[in-house]
């Protein structure tokens, strides 16, 4: 039986043990923690409407279900002219190598000033305390926002800033104090969100409009300060608590190790999803740098598409077929993109983009999906093909 080592436990590292099992192949999973984190649904941590174990769910329940080996220790450096992987604890080697371990982080000045909801996990918990300290005090002036990478354009989370800040607009407003506090959404481009097509950006413009979020867009972030954002003209955003997204760069792994890596530190691959120059290193998710159209970015959807696609092309490769599945076909942005009272729809392919609102149900729609995500992986529900 043909061995895979898996590095990471996020959506790509999960879908890979889970297809990769499916498939017939010893894997072995390395982990840094002992739980999967369901990102997508942490937004709602900072607003008291989950708890952090309601995002979780220990990779050792996944190992049993699904028969993968599990290993947590922290990888330190990739040997692959060797087929090894030196991890704090102990050496690795393998026969076929998935690298799933995410991306590092843009580095700002003052970054000790801001919490980040795709930070490290516990950094939800951290912000729920900052928010409940300022409706304690009953008033104050938040400001949240995302970056960009000049070097790599995909490799950028926006969507969970809007979330995060809606959610906050109507926790405030249900506690009847929304009007003692100022909302501000702030961004280094002129247009953030333009990825996701015209229509969705006119309808965000309308979202902020209609719920008195002020707009701060077009300046680059110069430095953060504890009571607020500095930008590059020297001009100043004052805020009692920012939370802030840094566009993604290489995993500091990468830059200690042998792999093909582009401008921005992210691991090179071709459709198939296979490391430039070898024969048996994969990466997949927030790891590589992903090819495709301008507006193209990193979803978990994708991750998964290309957790499943090297798992069934490592079989054709052991049947000694030829035939490959890539990921390029199905680069699209697909979210819903929650405000706590309800949610929209986005859509985004070559031909266009759109955004359905989705009052009530759709808050409730995604609520679902995170129970879905849950119970799925695990087992105790049936997959949704293409889910």
């Not at 995410?102 to 795709?118: P, R």
């Not at 960009?148 to 109507?170: C, I, Q, T």
Request: net charge negative; proline share 4%; hydrophobic share 35%.
């Amino acid at each position: 039986m043909k061995k895979v080592l898996v590095l990471g436990g996020g959506f790509a590292g999960v879908e890979a043990c889970i297809y990769l099992r499916k498939a017939g192949f010893a894997t072995t999973m390395i982990s840094n923690r002992d739980y999967f984190y369901i990102y997508p649904t942490s937004i709602w941590i900072p607003t008291s409407e989950a708890e952090f174990e309601d995002i979780c769910v220990p990779l050792k329940d996944l190992s049993e279900a699904h028969g993968f080996e599990l290993i947590v220790d922290e990888v330190k450096e990739i040997q692959s002219s060797q087929n090894k992987v030196v991890c704090e604890n102990e050496s690795y080697e393998y026969e076929n190598l998935i690298v799933a371990i995410g991306s590092g982080k843009m580095s700002h000045v003052g970054s000790e000033n801001f919490l980040s909801i795709c930070g490290e996990p516990e950094d939800s918990i951290k912000i729920k305390e900052k928010i409940d300290e300022l409706i304690k005090k009953g008033s104050g002036k938040i400001a949240m926002g995302f970056g960009g990478n000049p070097k790599d354009s995909s490799n950028v989370r926006g969507g969970p800033a809007f979330e995060v800040l809606f959610n906050v607009h109507n926790k405030l407003k249900k506690l009847g104090i929304r009007d003692e506090f100022e909302l501000t959404f702030f961004a280094p481009m002129e247009k953030p969100g333009a990825r996701m097509g015209e229509q969705a950006l006119k309808m965000m413009d309308v979202f902020f409009n209609k719920l008195d979020i002020k707009k701060h867009f077009g300046k680059k972030m110069k430095r953060f300060e504890a009571d607020g954002i500095v930008f590059e003209d020297d001009s100043k955003l004052e805020s009692d608590f920012t939370m802030f997204i840094p566009a993604g760069n290489g995993h500091d792994v990468f830059k200690s190790s042998d792999l093909a890596l582009n401008e921005a530190g992210l691991i090179k691959i071709n459709d198939f999803c296979e490391a430039e120059g070898k024969e048996n290193v994969y990466a997949i998710g927030d790891s590589v740098a992903l090819e495709g159209p301008d507006w193209r970015a990193k979803q978990g959807h994708i991750a998964e598409v290309m957790a499943r696609n090297v798992a069934y092309n490592l079989e054709q490769k052991l049947k000694g077929s030829s035939d490959r599945k890539g990921y390029e076909e199905h680069i699209n942005i697909l979210c819903v993109m929650d405000s706590g009272n309800g949610a929209s729809f986005v859509y985004r392919d070559n031909k266009g983009g759109k955004m359905i609102p989705m009052p009530v149900i759709g808050h409730w729609l995604k609520k679902g999906w995170g129970w879905y995500c849950k119970n799925s992986k695990l087992g105790k529900i049936p997959r949704i093909p293409g889910m």
